[in-house]
């Protein structure tokens, strides 16, 4: 049983603490938050131990009468690996008291691939995190591309990729942030840095991306293009495609006309907090034009990368070293056909 | 004096009216609608002399104490041109009226293509507009399209170009459609239409185009991928479209970071209902990436096709035989730089 502590039960964290409960051959020893909100207090009705990130902050927590069982470090002393879900940056700063506290520790797509080293997506490289002390799961965006990259780089050989990445401009349950009524180039100078992303886990892609802002909460929205050496057939590019894990075929004459009935479908199928972890790829989109591939697919961004954070634990912690058997071991225990 | 007539004084069709005004060649001899609502209202207001669309209903500007000079029957034996700006599809049911009315006639571009028989982009092909009786002017994205297809094609020559265009979902002052919080891919069947129908006026060029609609109400956003036979510097590529017509370069430098602030501008710059008649292209988003070229423009859908449609009319009534001085005869009168 591999003790695992989530470091920051946010967006991400509460997903991935769940995920985890939801093995048999992990378990959660604890979650921290750095304050007192509900989120805190849903993680003790959950029944997860809970810790302050910031030692100096724990007495807000008693405060608001929540209780605690005490600080990030007394947490580490329990744990063999922890994943860090902080915002992104902060990870890097988190990474001396990882090993000053002699655990494993799991980085999030918002750090850099130096902090960690080594990039994950379970499709492209599980087995070479086997046994390492610091992995990086890939943004959710990076995820969605490498999910599919990776197959059909195989099966015909990708020469030259172009995506573009139409963003959500933040979570639902976020009031802060813009645009309500803007599209943004984000970034302006191209490409994006979202390319060299993907080739920190698959580097010999060539990739060029683009990506803009849109006023929505619920879902990204990728258009990908492929020259592909072998130049397949539509058909066979959805049968390549439909052996991948991790991958569900939607399509518009079902009525998935959009993000907004793909997160229904989601609500209707008892998804916890109705995630899609799955890359939902438009099946009636698959073309073949001019020689080249060209297809939508929709990334849930609050939870695509979550089963990755499952494989990474197994792999570091050494659980399993096969890939396709970790994988289908998360999907089977999340409940993802 | 070519006398011109608006069949449909809505979003496309009072901008032509307030452009045609605008110029020493041409008058407005009247302007219909289907319905007195405040656009006709305004239209009076305005000095325009207003027709009942629908003879039939003639009698509900009546009752609205609205003023006719009579119907659209009326308006076209003054008239010796028709701007149509009736709904997509509608146009071709009035094609026949005009024939027998013995004016020329100006289709949009939810008009298709055989209604006129002749697509037209002032830039692409003035010349062969010359004299003729039926012209569609092609919609706000192939217009955008075109504007700096024809020039890059003319300089470096375009093997292949990729278009992504981001739609707004609908029109600033409209309730009735959606999406409010989702990314919808329109088409799904790929590639999308917007390709032939820049071939209507380019038929040489190799493209593809994907299409999304997104809850943006301001403006439609294209994103634009290009191998050109003779590769370019970025700077090149900059000078191209810097001496092409009805291109303005925004830059993110100077806080024009999204389609809302481009539309900023056009309020803080007086234009008529903020109109942005140009091809916004984000000057700092030009760039060469695997010998390709690629940039992000914003395209104003209310209004970037209003110039075309008086060089269409110059064009068709012989007032004037040279693209170039017609354009800017145009662009002068309308208060463009």
């Not at 933040?170 to 813009?178: H, M, N, Q």
């Not at 191209?190 to 698959?202: E, I, M």
């Not at 060029?208 to 057939?233: C, E, F, Q, S």
Request: charged content about 25%.
């Amino acid at each position: 049983m591999a003790k695992v502590a989530i470091n920051g039960y946010g967006t991400i964290g509460k997903r991935i603490a769940d995920a985890v409960a939801a093995q048999d051959d992990m378990q959660v020893v604890g979650v921290t938050k750095t304050k007192p909100d509900f989120e805190a207090r849903m993680a003790i009705e959950k029944g997860y131990e809970l810790y302050a990130a910031i030692p100096e902050k724990q007495g807000d927590f008693k405060k608001a009468g929540v209780s605690i069982a005490g600080t990030i470090h007394d947490l580490l002393k329990k744990a063999d690996i922890v994943v860090d879900c902080a915002p992104g940056g902060i990870g890097a700063e988190h990474k001396p008291m990882y090993e000053k506290a002699g655990v494993k520790a799991i980085f999030e797509g918002g750090e850099k691939h130096e902090v960690a080293g080594f990039s994950f997506n379970a499709i492209c490289n599980y087995g070479k995190a086997i046994g390492r002390d610091f992995v990086r799961v890939v943004s959710c965006n990076t995820t969605g591309i490498c999910r599919v990259l990776y197959p059909l780089d195989r099966a015909f050989g990708v020469e030259k990729t172009r995506v573009v990445l139409v963003r959500r401009a933040t979570d639902p349950g976020d009031i802060k942030k813009g645009p309500i009524n803007a599209i943004v180039p984000d970034p302006v100078k191209l490409p994006s840095h979202h390319g060299p992303d993907v080739q920190t886990v698959l580097p010999h892609i060539n990739i060029t991306t683009l990506a803009i802002k849109v006023p929505t909460t619920i879902m990204h929205l990728h258009m990908l293009n492929m020259k592909l050496k072998n130049t397949p057939g539509p058909d066979e590019v959805r049968d390549v495609l439909a052996k991948a894990p991790r991958i569900r075929f939607v399509k518009a004459s079902d009525g998935l006309t959009s993000t907004a009935s793909i997160i229904e479908l989601g609500r209707d199928l008892g998804r916890p907090r109705y995630d899609m972890w799955e890359n939902c790829i438009w099946e009636d989109s698959i073309c073949i034009d001019d020689g080249e591939l060209y297809f939508f697919q929709a990334i849930h961004q609050e939870s695509d990368a979550i089963p990755e954070n499952i494989d990474a634990i197994r792999a570091m912690m050494e659980l399993e070293n096969d890939a396709q058997k970790s994988i289908q071991k998360t999907n089977k225990a999340m409940g993802m056909l």
